[in-house]
């Protein structure tokens, strides 16, 4: 991820081919987040999809390249929604909180759908390959980004200097895979408040007091 916009779409349409492809790939993430990327065959999207195998098989050639194509958009889409939204915030306090925010926005659509990044990485973590190098990579490029964010707050003199920027941006991350664990797997109530006071708290230690976006949203008592 980059500082860069979000360039400018074709609009010309895409070629059949290309078409048909999307087409694929958008049924081959929505099953993914449901039943994981190991459930993805060639035969199951083709019958999503009304295709014949061999349809399938022509845009992707093996069952790999077609989880592999899945990670991708997947984080294509990720980048789409969370992080190059944010970047119309202000550098340092108040960009983080935006990334944060949008992360949060999303994840609270995943509770119910599925996250293809914890999913993969449960599915994934310990078997090496061409789909976990994709997988981690799309992970360490956003936390990257995130971390990048911490230390801009720094820069900005947002949040003190002598912060430990790695030990926030893990936290920040602990908080996101903790909602997932006990918002999808556990049904605990009131999982989303609690991450974000989690969020507040963290801020709450280093930020400096008067800097944008430093200020801690005070949230209804959680039980």
């Known amino acids: 991820m980059s500082a860069n916009p979000v360039p400018a779409k074709n609009t010309r349409a895409a070629p059949k081919g290309q078409q048909t492809k999307a087409v694929i790939i958008d049924a081959a993430l929505n099953l993914a987040a449901q ?51 944010a970047l119309k915030a202000a550098r340092g306090l108040p960009r983080l909180r935006a990334m944060f925010a949008n992360w949060m926005k999303r994840t609270s659509a995943e509770i119910d759908s599925g996250c293809i990044y914890i999913s993969g990485a449960v599915e994934f973590d310990d078997r090496p390959g061409p789909v976990r190098d994709a997988l981690a990579d799309s992970v360490n490029i956003w936390l990257a980004a995130m971390h990048r964010a911490v230390q801009q707050a720094q820069t900005e003199g947002h949040l003190h200097a002598d912060a430990d920027a790695k030990q926030i941006s893990f936290e920040i991350h602990a908080l996101i895979l903790a909602l997932h664990y006990e918002a999808r797997f556990l049904r605990v109530p009131a999982s989303l408040e609690r991450a974000n006071r989690g969020f507040d708290n963290i801020l709450e230690r280093s930020a400096i007091a008067g800097a944008p976006g430093a200020s801690v949203r005070r949230l209804a008592p959680v039980r």
Do not use: D, N
């Open 35 to 85: 039943i994981g990327l190991e459930g993805l065959s060639i035969g199951a999207i083709a019958e999503v999809t009304q295709m014949s195998k061999s349809g399938v098989f022509a845009h992707f050639g093996s069952r790999e390249e077609l989880q592999i194509s899945v990670v991708r958009e997947y984080h294509l889409r990720f980048e789409q929604e969370v992080f190059y939204p």
